[in-house]
């Protein structure tokens, strides 16, 4: 399996414009996640989806922030209108559950860097 | 909700030398306690996990014990590398085969080894 595929794996935009980021989970894979990370944070968790449904969206820091999970297969973040306090690296993860031998992993992907300007 | 505290932020030791990292929770009801490791330019990798069953698990150089009455928890690495240069972070959630929920990181801790 190739893993969890994001993209892209840099943006740079100004103040203002819209942020699309993109994920693919791992094929089987029940549960996606939606991380930030800043040096100032560290990991915050944003939202999470089970089975393609919202679960948990309690980490969106604003209305400017929405995510969607239209299929089992591809996961989208979207940031409108972009600040420049929301330069980051977005992680995707997913993890299978619900599976004898379940380890509870979580696998990311190597992350979208945002840079607003 | 849960909160996890992770100390120290930065830790330096010399190759050979072992070193810890510390972890809180706040909600008794955490029962799964993983480890990842963030290498640079990558996201971050488990590397070691703990059930509340269980109070120590090994693997090779590396070991987690966790104390529930307290709420701690701990990675111990031994015999530290060169390639064990990394930001680590100590994480909590509920967790079972039916269902999972969401799984909270600590703040990181950037380890260094000094050769």
């Known amino acids: 399996d190739a893993g969890v595929i994001q993209s892209p794996r840099h943006e740079v935009t100004e103040m203002g414009q819209e942020v699309t980021l993109r994920c693919k989970p791992i094929s089987g894979h029940d549960y996606l996640f939606w991380y930030r990370q800043t040096m100032m944070r560290g990991l915050e968790l944003l939202i999470y989806?089970?089975?393609?449904?919202?679960?948990?969206d309690s980490g969106m820091p604003e209305d400017r922030f929405s995510a969607k999970m239209p299929n089992a297969s591809f996961s989208t973040l979207k940031i409108q209108p972009s600040e420049p306090r929301d330069s980051a690296v977005y992680f995707c993860?997913?993890?299978?559950?619900?599976?004898?031998?379940?380890?509870?992993?979580?696998?990311f992907g190597e992350g979208s860097r945002l840079t607003v300007l | 909700g849960e909160n996890v505290e992770q100390h120290p932020s930065t830790l330096s030791v010399q190759e050979g030398d072992s070193a810890v990292i510390k972890c809180t929770y706040s909600d008794s009801a955490s029962n799964y306690f993983p480890w990842y490791k963030q290498e640079l330019g990558k996201g971050p990798q488990l590397i070691i996990d703990i059930r509340s069953n269980v109070g120590e698990k090994k693997d090779q150089r590396i070991a987690v014990t966790l104390n529930k009455t307290a709420k701690h928890f701990s990675l111990h690495i031994t015999e530290t590398q060169p390639e064990d240069s990394a930001v680590y972070f100590c994480a909590a959630s509920i967790s079972g085969y039916s269902s999972a929920s969401k799984i909270i990181f600590g703040s990181g801790t950037r380890l260094s080894i000094r050769p």
């Open positions: 993860a997913s993890r299978a559950t619900g599976t004898v031998g379940d380890t509870g992993e979580l696998f």
């Open positions: 989806f089970n089975n393609n449904v919202p679960i948990d």
